[in-house]
């Protein structure tokens, strides 16, 4: 398969999303014109992206959730399991993690990382919660590692950028802001 436009990627990561709530829903197959209706695009396009990736409707029913799902995932989902640490872990560090945990197989939330010295040294959501200090050590321990800041306050999120910056972590390649 000859590699997808980004904005494809983007659509198919969304379609993923929109159709894991609706197995959530308890809905088995979806049509081109919802999955349309949902992402506020046209049903065209939606079939465009599907066919790209080599998937067909079951006719009369729709595209298969489940099988679906897991055709995309096996196009845009990374080759290896990425481990993920949180960077700050206040109300949207949560929030990312509560959504990320156990939803993609691989991508595996490890650590997340606060200033909070409350925080530091316990396990929230089965997740470690560390010092930022800790972090190369850390970092230089696992394979594929990957940071998401995830700090709301302005500020911070500048810092954070600068300190990461510091220690030699590109933005885009090894950390990304969810903010």
């Excluded at 609706?22 to 809905?27: A, Q, S, V």
């Excluded at 599907?50 to 009369?60: A, H, K, T």
């Excluded at 700090?151 to 810092?159: E, F, N, S």
């Amino acid at each position: 398969m000859k590699p997808l436009p980004e904005n494809t990627v983007k659509r198919l990561s969304e379609y993923r999303r929109t159709m894991l709530r609706c197995l959530d829903e308890g809905k088995t197959h979806i049509y081109s014109y919802e999955l349309a209706d949902l992402q506020n695009i046209t049903a065209v396009q939606v079939r465009r992206d599907i066919m790209f990736i080599g998937y067909s409707s079951q006719g009369r029913m729709g595209y298969d959730i489940r099988d679906l799902t897991k055709v995309i995932g096996r196009i845009i989902d990374p080759g290896e399991v990425m481990n993920i640490s949180i960077v700050g872990y206040g109300n949207l560090g949560k929030a990312v993690s509560a959504y990320l945990l156990n939803r993609r197989p691989m991508l595996k939330l490890v650590a997340a990382f606060d200033i909070d010295p409350k925080k530091i040294g316990h396990t929230r959501r089965s997740l470690p919660v560390i010092s930022p200090i800790e972090l190369p050590d850390w970092w230089s321990r696992l394979p594929q590692p990957v940071l998401l800041a995830a700090v709301g306050a302005r500020g911070a999120r500048g810092l954070i950028r600068q300190q990461l910056e510091c220690l030699g972590f590109q933005e885009g390649r090894d950390w990304w802001s969810a903010a």
